[in-house]
């Protein structure tokens, strides 16, 4: 069964990190690109970060470049996003999406998708 269960969100002050983890189950990592996505409150649901099967990464949202990076652990067969000076309007619930090989920033072409972790970033 194919699955992916994240964790890692919580509440953090403005300029502070999170790491938020997602561990994939029935597939391997080498065969699929894992997407991380958000949607804050009253907004629309956009991608943040992909990782392809090859381990090549994607940003997909200009706000957190160089805050934000993707990496994987292949032994793990998780995909990490390393979130750095958080800002308020980083607040959202993330999930992270599977497909097959190649990143894409269109949410409706991932085929699994964990139940999304809720970050908070407040003082």
């Known amino acids: 069964q194919l699955q992916l269960v994240e964790s890692g969100g919580g509440l953090v002050q403005p300029g502070g990190s999170l790491r938020l983890s997602c561990a994939a189950s029935?597939?391997?990592?080498?065969?699929?690109?894992i997407a991380w996505f958000r949607q804050a409150p009253g907004k629309e649901r956009e991608g943040v970060l992909c990782?392809?099967?090859?381990?090549?990464?994607?940003?997909?949202?200009?706000?957190?470049?160089g805050r934000f990076t993707i990496s994987r652990d292949n032994a793990k067969n998780t995909v990490y996003l390393q979130m750095n000076s958080l800002r308020p309007e980083d607040t959202a619930v993330y999930w992270c999406a599977a497909r097959s090989y190649y990143c894409s920033d269109y949410a409706g072409s991932y085929d699994t998708w964990g139940q999304g972790t809720q970050v908070t970033v407040s003082s």
């Open positions: 990782i392809s099967s090859r381990g090549g990464s994607t940003n997909y949202a200009d706000s957190v470049k």
């Open positions: 029935g597939f391997t990592l080498s065969s699929i690109a």
